[in-house]
């Protein structure tokens, strides 16, 4: 069962992010021009913050294979739609198909776990699903980058369609109905709010993290402002309501809350860095996009192989041993990066990557399964769709907040610069603009070391109930 899950979601991860590095020849195939390839990220991402919160009730409503075959098919259908794409338009309905799968997938896996394994094995578990999460997106700018230059772009989907289709078979072979149907009724009004509502903020963070847009956008203004209008009102629809669509009463357990900012500052750390490290890498130390997925793969490969390990340490010793440590290596390597210039040696950012890499490994997943311990079975799903949404929301926001530091300190050390080649100085600038986006992510991991001073461990008991430790 869980092969099945893991490798489906492998796969889905791959393309999420395999084909970001194909965004540039997808232009120039399709004749399109930077704005409108951006819809083949800022659509994955829409469908995702539109779905999400919506997991929680579906698995409340379809059984566990129910939901994995629809997530199957979509992302099958997804995939071979985009690998025979003839143009820009058929390719975005693809990637809407793959993100309509994985936004099923996803939570499934997480919510599958806490049913399936007993609470003192659950870190283990989760950690397997780091792993996958990780691991996928780290060699896909390598392949995908092999792939284009040797083959076509279509053999990114060429490549993910058996892997899926034995996912299904493993699936439909082993996986069981882990979950009762409880049938919550459907509340409408929830519905159109949360679509509105997180569709608005997801776009408009999206569109601030476009060079063009940015955020003096008045399209980012408005879809902002919507955003939270419409998310405060479904907020109140879900508090005033007997069965809500989103259960917020997770947020009445601490340690979820605890865990839920602990992961939320690790995804902005993890977002912020996957984007500026191969702006950097590539624009001020010149790399090529095939060498800098090559630099980046080994700490973004460790960081997945070491997810099992840091589950079954979590298992033995908590969460406190493994966040606060964790942190400390974070605040460490993005102090180092704080520092980062034009003539910045390879190998010392590799270095740098590899123990950023491996603290948030120790931060990520006991954090988030020291969580999802401490909420009754009940609300499990909604637990699993929380966390599973506020990431996508997280992302979004992490991504135009790093781009506009960028960008703006490009800018201004443009302006200050006194070298006198362009070249040198726009490598210098870039330079000073990581440090930046390194400078806000160090923040933020301060933040989170002091959030991780408050982590406790939930212990389960056999009936069910949940308390803290030290």
């Given at each position: 069962?869980?092969?099945?899950?893991?490798?489906?979601?492998?796969?889905?991860?791959?393309?999420?992010?395999?084909?970001?590095?194909?965004?540039?020849?997808?232009?120039?195939?399709?004749?399109?021009?930077?704005?409108a390839a951006q819809w083949l990220t800022t659509g994955y991402l829409l469908t995702l913050g539109i779905l999400?919160?919506?997991?929680?009730?579906?698995?409340?409503?379809?059984t566990s294979r129910q939901l994995f075959i629809i997530s199957l098919v979509s992302s099958i259908t997804g995939t071979l739609i985009a690998a025979m794409a003839f143009g820009?338009?058929?390719?975005?309905?693809?990637?809407?198909?793959?993100?309509?799968?994985?936004?099923?997938?996803?939570?499934?896996l997480f919510n599958m776990i806490l049913v399936a394994y007993p609470p003192e094995k659950r870190g283990a578990a989760m950690g397997s699903v780091g792993l996958v999460i990780m691991f996928a997106p780290a060699i896909a700018p390598s392949l995908s980058g092999l792939l284009i230059e040797y083959l076509s772009w279509r053999y990114i989907f060429w490549f993910s369609l058996p892997l899926l289709g034995i996912g299904l078979l493993i699936g439909l072979r082993y996986l069981e109905n882990a979950t009762k149907r409880t049938k919550p009724p459907i509340d409408l009004l929830s519905i159109v709010l949360s679509t509105i509502g997180f569709g608005s903020v997801v776009f408009g963070f999206?569109?601030?993290?476009?060079?063009?847009?940015?955020?003096?956008?008045?399209?980012?203004?408005?879809?902002?402002?919507?955003?939270?209008?419409?998310?405060?009102?479904?907020?109140?629809?879900?508090?005033?309501?007997?069965q809500p669509l989103l259960n917020l009463n997770v947020f009445r357990y601490p340690m979820f809350t605890v865990g839920q900012s602990i992961i939320l500052i690790g995804m902005l750390i993890i977002v912020s860095s996957m984007i500026i490290?191969?702006?950097?890498?590539?624009?001020?130390?010149?790399?090529?996009?095939?060498?800098?997925?090559?630099?980046?793969?080994?700490?973004?490969?460790?960081?997945?192989?070491?997810?099992?390990?840091?589950?079954?340490?979590?298992?033995?010793?908590?969460?406190?041993?493994?966040?606060?440590?964790?942190?400390?290596?974070?605040?460490?390597?993005?102090?180092?990066?704080?520092?980062i210039t034009a003539s910045s040696?390879?190998?010392?950012?590799?270095?740098?990557?590899?123990?950023?890499?491996?603290?948030?490994?120790?931060?990520?997943?006991?954090?988030?399964?020291?969580?999802?311990?401490?909420?009754?079975?009940?609300?499990?799903?909604?637990?699993?769709?929380?966390?599973?949404?506020?990431?996508?929301?997280?992302?979004?926001?992490?991504?135009?907040?790093?781009?506009?530091?960028?960008?703006?300190g490009t800018g201004t050390r443009l302006q200050d610069s006194?070298?006198?080649?362009?070249?040198?100085?726009?490598?210098?600038?870039?330079?000073?603009?990581?440090?930046?986006?390194?400078?806000?992510?160090?923040?933020?991991?301060?933040?989170?070391?002091?959030?991780?001073?408050?982590?406790r461990r939930v212990v389960v008991k056999r009936d069910g109930i949940s308390h803290s430790s030290i």
């Amino acid at each position: 069962m869980m092969t099945s899950l893991l490798v489906c979601g492998f796969v889905g991860m791959f393309s999420e992010t395999a084909l970001n590095i194909a965004i540039s020849h997808l232009m120039e195939v399709f004749h399109i021009s930077a704005s409108a390839a951006q819809w083949l990220t800022t659509g994955y991402l829409l469908t995702l913050g539109i779905l999400m919160p919506m997991t929680g009730l579906l698995l409340q409503w379809f059984t566990s294979r129910q939901l994995f075959i629809i997530s199957l098919v979509s992302s099958i259908t997804g995939t071979l739609i985009a690998a025979m794409a003839f143009g820009f338009e058929m390719l975005l309905a693809a990637r809407v198909l793959q993100a309509i799968g994985m936004s099923l997938l996803l939570p499934l896996l997480f919510n599958m776990i806490l049913v399936a394994y007993p609470p003192e094995k659950r870190g283990a578990a989760m950690g397997s699903v780091g792993l996958v999460i990780m691991f996928a997106p780290a060699i896909a700018p390598s392949l995908s980058g092999l792939l284009i230059e040797y083959l076509s772009w279509r053999y990114i989907f060429w490549f993910s369609l058996p892997l899926l289709g034995i996912g299904l078979l493993i699936g439909l072979r082993y996986l069981e109905n882990a979950t009762k149907r409880t049938k919550p009724p459907i509340d409408l009004l929830s519905i159109v709010l949360s679509t509105i509502g997180f569709g608005s903020v997801v776009f408009g963070f999206s569109k601030a993290g476009e060079a063009e847009a940015g955020w003096t956008s008045m399209a980012v203004t408005v879809f902002l402002l919507i955003g939270i209008v419409f998310l405060a009102l479904f907020v109140l629809r879900q508090l005033t309501i007997p069965q809500p669509l989103l259960n917020l009463n997770v947020f009445r357990y601490p340690m979820f809350t605890v865990g839920q900012s602990i992961i939320l500052i690790g995804m902005l750390i993890i977002v912020s860095s996957m984007i500026i490290l191969p702006i950097y890498l590539q624009n001020s130390l010149k790399f090529s996009a095939f060498t800098t997925g090559l630099l980046l793969l080994p700490g973004s490969a460790l960081n997945g192989i070491l997810s099992p390990s840091m589950g079954r340490l979590f298992d033995k010793h908590g969460p406190k041993r493994l966040v606060i440590p964790g942190f400390l290596v974070i605040a460490t390597t993005l102090g180092f990066y704080c520092w980062i210039t034009a003539s910045s040696s390879a190998g010392w950012i590799v270095a740098l990557h590899i123990g950023l890499m491996v603290g948030i490994s120790m931060v990520m997943m006991p954090a988030q399964t020291n969580a999802l311990n401490q909420l009754p079975p009940a609300l499990h799903p909604h637990g699993t769709a929380v966390m599973s949404t506020l990431q996508q929301v997280t992302g979004a926001i992490g991504t135009a907040i790093a781009v506009s530091l960028l960008a703006r300190g490009t800018g201004t050390r443009l302006q200050d610069s006194m070298l006198s080649n362009s070249l040198d100085r726009m490598a210098d600038a870039i330079a000073f603009g990581s440090r930046n986006a390194f400078f806000f992510s160090l923040i933020v991991s301060i933040i989170g070391l002091i959030i991780g001073i408050f982590i406790r461990r939930v212990v389960v008991k056999r009936d069910g109930i949940s308390h803290s430790s030290i």
